[in-house]
């Protein structure tokens, strides 16, 4: 028998101090079971047989042949002729299962795999997957750079999206739609179900970094600059990745660790202010988790910085109010609280997202400055202005040696995105479509040089992609309006329209 | 084979594991669901589950592709859906037969 085989079988009697299990089809092992949990003999046992080191089997008890099987790595496929039966049996399995990264296999399935293979995802899951299992819940995180490379049509992100859809309406998977074909725009997905009158709120999916960014593009949309600005940061691809990963895994847990008390859920998106203290804790969560990790801590200064300047390159000049959405992405306060912290770098992830909630609590801006128009105080616009010349380089008027220093340092950010995506044909358009939305003002002739070499793909969806993305307002839209909107909660076991 | 005059089951998804084990969700109706089939097989009219004394219930809908490479060497498992997607019974978990008392030489 290999290792890690499943047993199912039943308990026939004791043999040498080993309970002797005959599987179904007639074999037999004798087994010692670890944990609290001992089988009555003649009962039924379900388990993952591993070896000792002196070659002696050893199981512990599982509920069901389902909750052995969601250890590893699943492939399922979605069939039948009630996809929303399909869908409501995912959801409620993975609800109840533990956190995992999901990803489009081969046809239409859909791969599901407790460790990721991306190394700056896995580093951001296994920060927060233990305070997660913890607080019960479970984490379907994408595998973005495995969607990057898929096929995937309407019809494939409908299975992708089911596993997560338990509330048996569309709104999952035209969320996940309109963030994929707005360039993987990252973001936490959450559903709210009204269960006998009580609102519960769970996280449908986490889409934890947009792989065609790279590092000046991610900048560039936590510093709200547009494309005549250039952030001046000298963060990696790989840091940004991991501050973005932990960032929006982080928020996944916000609803559960923001409550007024204990098992009282926090409704995060139901206004301006509370979405703001979960922004202010995602993002501390994920600085000190970074800190704690021995990430560098010029890294966080610069995604500080980036927040600061925020305030003034998200600014509408025209009319002196913050644009939508600016203000409560606001946590330059929460991520200075966090620099501040002394975390020691063997801390739990418990007490991570302790200290985070507790300095989200501490540096949120109060509910006041979220009524009527929003704008920063004096002081704050002083402090965005200081951080907006720190960290931007205006290039319109700039002169052209500035520019071609700037360029170089676009060149190998834009470069790095090629070599990872340039043996994919679907991944390359993707880069191609979506990469285009961050290229600087005057070095356009920088991405048309690095992405020459890439191979052409003619995909429906890319061309859509790419129709969406030539239309600025548009594509700006789609992103900002991510938030679910009230209505989008529908009661329990309200039947489908159509059906 | 005594073929049932039953409505075709519909698989709703297939979970394919490590260890060539295969979890397999089948909708049906309550009586079908209680009536404890062992094992999915397939012939040339397709998959279909069946029990030990050769009673057996037809699938409708399936996947070719998938069923050729999980019918090959998993072991399979077969859940029970009701209407609602509830699982309303697991074969092979709570259905595992008693072993024949001589099975390990007792």
Same mark, same amino acid.
């Given at each position: 028998m290999q290792q890690g085989e499943i047993v199912v079988g039943t308990v026939r009697g004791m043999r040498n101090g080993k309970y002797v299990v005959v599987r179904r089809d007639g074999s037999t092992i004798d087994v010692a079971f670890d944990g609290n949990a001992s089988p009555l003999i003649g009962g039924d046992v379900i388990g993952r047989v591993t070896y000792g080191d002196f070659g002696e089997a050893r199981m512990t008890l599982r509920k069901s042949i389902l909750d052995v099987v969601l250890e590893g790595k699943v492939q399922i496929f979605p069939m039948g002729m009630r996809p929303d039966l399909t869908a409501r049996a995912l959801a409620k399995m993975l609800a109840r299962a533990k956190s995992a990264v999901i990803a489009p296999g081969a046809g239409v399935s859909i791969e599901r795999s407790p460790v990721s293979r991306d190394p700056d995802l896995a580093w951001a899951m296994s920060a927060f997957q233990p305070e997660a299992e913890r607080l019960s819940i479970a984490l379907n995180v994408i595998d973005v750079k495995a969607v990057a490379k898929a096929q995937w049509q309407p019809a494939a992100l409908r299975d992708l999206a089911l596993p997560a859809d338990? $509330?048996?309406?569309r709104r999952t998977m035209n969320d996940l739609a309109r963030l994929l074909r707005s360039g993987f725009h990252p973001d936490c997905n959450r559903m709210v179900e009204n269960h006998t009158g009580n609102r519960e709120i769970s996280v449908n999916f986490v889409l934890p970094y947009s792989p065609f960014s790279g590092a000046l593009g991610f900048a560039r949309d936590v510093a709200r600059m547009d494309l005549g600005t250039f952030p001046a940061v000298r963060l990696s691809i790989s840091e940004s990745r991991r501050i973005s990963s932990a960032r929006y895994v982080a928020l996944a847990l916000a609803h559960n660790r923001l409550g007024a008390g204990l098992g009282i859920q926090a409704d995060?998106?139901?206004?301006p202010r509370a979405a703001h203290m979960a922004a202010c804790f995602a993002d501390a969560a994920a600085a000190l988790a970074f800190l704690a990790a021995g990430g560098r801590r010029e890294a966080i200064e610069e995604y500080a910085l980036l927040k600061e300047a925020s305030l003034r390159f998200g600014l509408d000049r025209a009319t002196g109010a913050l644009r939508e959405g600016v203000l409560e992405e606001g946590t330059a306060r929460a991520l200075r609280a966090a620099l501040a912290t002394v975390i020691? $770098? %063997? %801390?739990?992830p418990k007490q991570i997202v302790s200290e985070a909630a507790k300095i989200a609590r501490r540096t949120a801006l109060p509910a006041s400055r979220f009524s009527g128009v929003q704008a920063p105080t004096e002081q704050e616009a002083a402090a965005a202005e200081q951080a907006a010349l720190k960290i931007g380089r205006d290039l319109r008027d700039a002169p052209m040696d500035a520019v071609r220093r700037m360029a170089r340092l676009y060149r190998k950010d834009i470069a790095a995105l090629v070599y990872e995506h340039r043996g994919n044909e679907a991944a390359s358009a993707r880069l191609v479509a979506f990469g285009a939305a961050h290229v600087p003002m005057r070095m356009d002739f920088v991405f048309e040089e690095e992405t020459a070499r890439l191979p052409v793909h003619a995909d429906a969806a890319v061309a859509r992609a790419t129709e969406v993305i030539s239309n600025r307002d548009r594509l700006a839209r789609r992103i900002l309006a991510r938030r679910p909107a009230e209505d989008d909660a529908i009661e329990f076991g309200e039947p489908l329209p159509g059906l | 084979m005594s073929d049932r005059k039953a409505p075709a089951l519909d698989i709703a998804a297939l979970i394919f594991g490590e260890n060539d084990t295969a979890i397999c969700w089948v909708q049906m109706p309550e009586e079908e669901a209680k009536a404890r089939f062992d094992t999915i097989s397939r012939d040339e009219e397709g998959p279909y589950l069946a029990d030990s004394s050769g009673r057996h219930l037809r699938i409708g809908n399936f996947d070719a592709a998938a069923f050729d490479e999980a019918l090959g060497s998993r072991e399979f498992f077969i859940y029970a859906l009701d209407e609602e997607g509830m699982v309303v019974d697991q074969y092979g978990i709570d259905a595992v037969r008693p072993a024949p008392a001589n099975a390990y030489g007792a």
């Amino acid at each position: 028998m290999q290792q890690g085989e499943i047993v199912v079988g039943t308990v026939r009697g004791m043999r040498n101090g080993k309970y002797v299990v005959v599987r179904r089809d007639g074999s037999t092992i004798d087994v010692a079971f670890d944990g609290n949990a001992s089988p009555l003999i003649g009962g039924d046992v379900i388990g993952r047989v591993t070896y000792g080191d002196f070659g002696e089997a050893r199981m512990t008890l599982r509920k069901s042949i389902l909750d052995v099987v969601l250890e590893g790595k699943v492939q399922i496929f979605p069939m039948g002729m009630r996809p929303d039966l399909t869908a409501r049996a995912l959801a409620k399995m993975l609800a109840r299962a533990k956190s995992a990264v999901i990803a489009p296999g081969a046809g239409v399935s859909i791969e599901r795999s407790p460790v990721s293979r991306d190394p700056d995802l896995a580093w951001a899951m296994s920060a927060f997957q233990p305070e997660a299992e913890r607080l019960s819940i479970a984490l379907n995180v994408i595998d973005v750079k495995a969607v990057a490379k898929a096929q995937w049509q309407p019809a494939a992100l409908r299975d992708l999206a089911l596993p997560a859809d338990i $509330e048996g309406n569309r709104r999952t998977m035209n969320d996940l739609a309109r963030l994929l074909r707005s360039g993987f725009h990252p973001d936490c997905n959450r559903m709210v179900e009204n269960h006998t009158g009580n609102r519960e709120i769970s996280v449908n999916f986490v889409l934890p970094y947009s792989p065609f960014s790279g590092a000046l593009g991610f900048a560039r949309d936590v510093a709200r600059m547009d494309l005549g600005t250039f952030p001046a940061v000298r963060l990696s691809i790989s840091e940004s990745r991991r501050i973005s990963s932990a960032r929006y895994v982080a928020l996944a847990l916000a609803h559960n660790r923001l409550g007024a008390g204990l098992g009282i859920q926090a409704d995060v998106g139901g206004s301006p202010r509370a979405a703001h203290m979960a922004a202010c804790f995602a993002d501390a969560a994920a600085a000190l988790a970074f800190l704690a990790a021995g990430g560098r801590r010029e890294a966080i200064e610069e995604y500080a910085l980036l927040k600061e300047a925020s305030l003034r390159f998200g600014l509408d000049r025209a009319t002196g109010a913050l644009r939508e959405g600016v203000l409560e992405e606001g946590t330059a306060r929460a991520l200075r609280a966090a620099l501040a912290t002394v975390i020691p $770098e %063997a %801390a739990t992830p418990k007490q991570i997202v302790s200290e985070a909630a507790k300095i989200a609590r501490r540096t949120a801006l109060p509910a006041s400055r979220f009524s009527g128009v929003q704008a920063p105080t004096e002081q704050e616009a002083a402090a965005a202005e200081q951080a907006a010349l720190k960290i931007g380089r205006d290039l319109r008027d700039a002169p052209m040696d500035a520019v071609r220093r700037m360029a170089r340092l676009y060149r190998k950010d834009i470069a790095a995105l090629v070599y990872e995506h340039r043996g994919n044909e679907a991944a390359s358009a993707r880069l191609v479509a979506f990469g285009a939305a961050h290229v600087p003002m005057r070095m356009d002739f920088v991405f048309e040089e690095e992405t020459a070499r890439l191979p052409v793909h003619a995909d429906a969806a890319v061309a859509r992609a790419t129709e969406v993305i030539s239309n600025r307002d548009r594509l700006a839209r789609r992103i900002l309006a991510r938030r679910p909107a009230e209505d989008d909660a529908i009661e329990f076991g309200e039947p489908l329209p159509g059906l | 084979m005594s073929d049932r005059k039953a409505p075709a089951l519909d698989i709703a998804a297939l979970i394919f594991g490590e260890n060539d084990t295969a979890i397999c969700w089948v909708q049906m109706p309550e009586e079908e669901a209680k009536a404890r089939f062992d094992t999915i097989s397939r012939d040339e009219e397709g998959p279909y589950l069946a029990d030990s004394s050769g009673r057996h219930l037809r699938i409708g809908n399936f996947d070719a592709a998938a069923f050729d490479e999980a019918l090959g060497s998993r072991e399979f498992f077969i859940y029970a859906l009701d209407e609602e997607g509830m699982v309303v019974d697991q074969y092979g978990i709570d259905a595992v037969r008693p072993a024949p008392a001589n099975a390990y030489g007792a």
